[in-house]
């Protein structure tokens, strides 16, 4: 048995080539009982990374790791333990939720009855609905009652966020943070970035199918400043700049701290931060 202060996941040299995309030499390793942001604009190779480390597609190259234990040896136990919530999942769109769980659960032999309704309750959820009368955000939320109901101690989530309205965004905000109270683990991908402000510890950044940073939410942001500019840009602040965009009455133009000093800027934003080196890449 792995040791309880294992990883809940690690990742180390993760490689899937595709003929127009390469995910290259992705590795990083999660903090238990944290939450950790997994950004990067859409065809960065986030989905692809979740579907590699989940054998949805087999990678071409890497170590994987869940609580310390190898997939290939302990699917069915990792499988117990870790619970994938992805925005693009189905359900029979006719079928009661609770006939849908009686299906579920009788694929985990670990399946917690008590538990079930108690995150039935919590997220508001009624079983006699069908998925068809169900917002997105509470497809979202069923999604994850079933994944804790079979122990999941981490969840994976792929975009749970995308497409909801501010304020369902904002509810699934709350359950993400209320699951790390409950000391479970939680990784997931998204391109709103503004959802990660408000919980998560960590932010991954994924660009171009190469991981270029990995540290906390404050660490991340803290390395970059925003100069504002009403007209031309100073040749010495575009020499230090690493992104620059339009807005409405000048430009932004990003820059490492340790650049900043010569110059008048504020704090950047998670968003800012993304957009501009994405921006930059794309002139590169």
Not at 89 to 97: A, N, S
Not at 110 to 115: E, F, L, N, V, Y
Request: proline share 4%; net charge negative; hydrophobic share 40%.
């Amino acid at each position: 048995m792995a040791s309880e202060n294992k990883s809940p996941l690690e990742v180390r040299g993760l490689t899937k080539e595709y003929p127009a995309f390469t995910l290259r030499d992705v590795s990083f390793s999660l903090v238990p009982g944290s939450i950790t942001g997994f950004i990067g604009r859409n065809g960065a190779g986030k989905t692809t990374t979740i579907n590699s480390v989940l054998s949805f597609v087999h990678p071409d190259g890497g170590e994987i790791a869940f609580f310390g234990l190898p997939w290939a040896e302990h699917e069915r136990e990792i499988k117990q333990k870790t619970g994938f919530v992805s925005a693009g999942m189905t359900y029979h769109t006719r079928k009661k939720l609770k006939v849908i769980t009686g299906v579920t659960k009788a694929f985990y032999p670990a399946w917690d009855g008590k538990a079930y309704e108690k995150y039935m309750t919590a997220f508001g959820l009624d079983g006699d609905k069908t998925p068809a009368e169900l917002s997105n955000g509470m497809k979202i939320k069923y999604a994850l009652a079933l994944a804790l109901s079979h122990g999941a101690e981490l969840l994976i989530l792929d975009e749970p966020t995308s497409g909801l309205d501010p304020v369902s965004r904002e509810e699934l905000v709350e359950v993400f943070l209320r699951l790390k109270d409950e000391g479970k683990t939680v990784f997931f991908s998204t391109h709103i970035t503004s959802d990660l402000e408000k919980c998560a510890d960590r932010i991954l950044f994924l660009q171009q199918g190469c991981l270029k940073a990995d540290d906390t939410l404050e660490g991340f942001r803290s390395a970059w400043r925003i100069a504002e500019c009403a007209g031309e840009i100073p040749p010495a602040l575009k020499r230090s700049a690493c992104g620059i965009c339009r807005i409405r009455d000048g430009c932004t133009v990003l820059v490492h701290r340790e650049d900043a000093a010569a110059f008048d800027t504020r704090e950047a934003s998670l968003e800012e931060i993304m957009i501009h080196l994405e921006k930059e890449a794309d002139r590169t």
